[in-house]
């Protein structure tokens, strides 16, 4: 499947995994794909923008997002554990980014693997280029995929008051 990708949609793909694997992640979601997209697409910014969407903030929340998910802060607030302030303690203690360079160490140099919906948002994409009469996945397909799938990547969307419903109809009539 990867071989009907466009040149940018299977940059897109890759650069995700590079996310993954740079955050430490095991797998990759569809919220590092989305982070992928973002950065590297003009149209899915657009996109964004034309929603309502400031691209800065959506980058910055799925990169918190991509960089906290081995660590689930829902869980650790539920024992009355900040994960925000135990690493703004840890920076203050230790220097600036020391958080981050502490979990350097951690990180796997294998390459992480496709979670269940990073695969569904994937296959979804290639329905959407279908859908379109298209015989390349382009980035706006992979976009649409992983808006189009339940799953973190339209999940962090939602968490930023984008309407995804919205954003799906704006990548579909580009």
């Known amino acids: 499947m990867f071989e009907k990708f466009t040149k940018p949609a299977r940059f897109a793909v890759i650069d995700a995994a590079q996310i993954a694997q740079g955050s430490g992640n095991k797998r990759v979601d569809s919220r590092h794909l989305l982070l992928a997209l973002v950065r ?33 802060a829902e869980a650790l607030a539920s024992i009355g554990i900040d994960l925000s ?3 703004q303690r840890v920076n203050e203690q230790f220097g600036a980014n020391a958080w981050e360079a502490a979990g350097a160490d951690q990180r796997s140099k294998k390459q992480p693997r496709f979670s269940a919906d990073a695969k569904d948002a994937l ?52």
């Open 40 to 72: 590297s697409d003009a149209k899915v910014r657009a996109a964004l923008t034309a929603v309502g969407a400031e691209v800065d903030a959506v980058d910055k929340h799925l990169t918190a997002g991509v960089e906290n998910s081995e660590l689930d």
């Open 85 to 87: 302030a135990v690493q």
């Open 123 to 174: 296959k979804a994409g290639l329905s959407e280029s279908m859908k379109h009469q298209g015989r390349e996945i382009e980035t706006r397909h992979l976009a649409l995929g992983i808006l189009g799938v339940t799953g973190p990547g339209a999940d962090s969307l939602e968490e930023v008051g984008i309407d995804v419903r919205a954003l799906r109809q704006q990548l579909a009539g580009r």
